[in-house]
């Protein structure tokens, strides 16, 4: 189960706010980094028309199981998260490209398939 990391109070100029901002910094550093590994290749593949069925899934889980490795595998729920949301992306994907589906809802779609992805990792 996934539990929030609390500090208490500290005041500015102690080590504790310090050592709070830092942990903040680092996590925010983390989120737009895994965000950027994420998102610009996924976009690069769609626009460009390369993209085939189980890419996201390969790209998503193989980040995903490599920062659980990392953890030491302590939440493997959120990598097996990571491989449900990446599946349903591939066939939802799939579906758009198989139906006959305006531009625009294409358009729509795939940019809020790709920002929820990369909220994942926040």
Excluded: C
């Excluded at 102690?14 to 998102?39: K, M, N, P, R, W």
Aim: hydrophobic letters at 50%.
């Amino acid at each position: 189960m996934l539990r929030p990391f609390t500090l208490g109070h500290a005041p500015e100029g102690t080590e504790e706010h310090v050592v709070a901002e830092t942990l903040a910094a680092a996590g925010l550093g983390s989120y737009v980094i895994t965000s950027l590994i994420l998102v610009v290749p996924l976009t690069y593949l769609i626009r460009s028309r390369l993209y085939m069925i189980g890419t996201a899934t390969l790209l998503v889980t193989s980040i995903a199981l490599l920062s659980a490795i990392v953890e030491n595998l302590r939440e493997p729920e959120t990598a097996i998260a990571a491989l449900a949301a990446a599946r349903l992306t591939d066939l939802a994907l799939l579906t758009l490209r198989h139906r006959k589906v305006s531009q625009r809802v294409g358009r729509i779609f795939r940019s809020r398939s790709i920002e929820n992805g990369s909220a994942l990792w926040g």
